[in-house]
T-cell receptor
Framework: DSGVTQTPKHLITATGQRVTLRCSPR?????VYWYQQSLDQGLQFLIQ???????AKGNILERFSAQQFPDLHSELNLSSLELGDSALYFC???????????FGPGTRLTVL | GESVGLHLPTLSVQEGDNSIINCAYS??????FIWYKQESGKGPQFIID?????DKRQGQRVTVLLNKTVKHLSLQIAATQPGDSAVYFC???????????FGTGTSLTVIP
């Protein structure tokens, strides 16, 4: 158990819909990262927050957004969902930005 | 329909043998590297890290070697056990530490 929690574990929805994925980092970790892992793309970095501020953006679509709240939990919002958005979405946290990341169990999103 | 997955490099080793997993990284400016292990249905798990001012780092049964000249990273697992069967990813980041770039992974199978 990494100490990072993600909810929900599974999510099934339809194209065009919007979903919110939630992540609670390890206690004391200030940095939160979001990743997408799909069969044909591997593990792709989406976005990173540090103590509530956005610090880096990777391959994140404009339909996707995220935020980190004052209590350091983070949410990833995915809108206008497409079939190709079906993937595992991982959240990771670290105590500082250049330190090892601890991954949550992931949310498996299925878009039908 | 037929699903298309990543063509992961694979490595099969006999239980008790040593394993060597290789990774070529892309950015000569990367200065922090991590190896992760991902078991089926789980999030990536930190194994060991190394900074660019080092050539070698040892952990429990694992050793990471870094060759900056050829931008190559390797993970050595001593006395490989069935529980080591997983996909192994290397990740690199620049000194800002904000974005981690993951390799496609190597699937390790340990034969009892």
């Amino acid at each position: 158990d990494s100490g990072v929690t993600q909810t929900p574990k599974h999510l099934i929805t339809a194209t065009g819909q919007r979903v919110t994925l939630r992540c609670s980092p390890r206690s004391g970790d200030l940095s939160v990262y979001w990743y997408q892992q799909s069969l044909d793309q591997g593990l792709q970095f989406l976005i990173q927050y540090y103590n509530g501020e956005e610090r880096a953006k990777g391959n994140i679509l404009e339909r996707f957004s995220a935020q980190q709240f004052p209590d350091l939990h983070s949410e990833l919002n995915l809108s206008s969902l497409e079939l190709g958005d079906s993937a595992l979405y991982f959240c990771a946290s670290s105590v500082e930005e250049d330190r090892e990341q601890f991954f949550g169990p992931g949310t498996r999103l299925t878009v039908l | 329909g037929e699903s298309v997955g990543l063509h992961l490099p694979t490595l099969s080793v006999q239980e008790g043998d040593n394993s060597i997993i290789n990774c070529a990284y892309s950015n000569s400016a990367s200065d922090y590297f991590i190896w992760y292990k991902q078991e089926s249905g789980k999030g990536p798990q930190f194994i060991i890290d190394i900074r660019s001012n080092m050539d070698k780092r040892q952990g429990q049964r694992v050793t990471v070697l870094l060759n900056k000249t050829v931008k190559h990273l390797s993970l050595q697992i001593a006395a490989t056990q069935p529980g080591d069967s997983a996909v192994y990813f290397c990740a690199e980041t620049l000194n800002t530490g904000n974005q981690f770039y993951f390799g496609t992974g190597t699937s390790l199978t340990v034969i009892p």
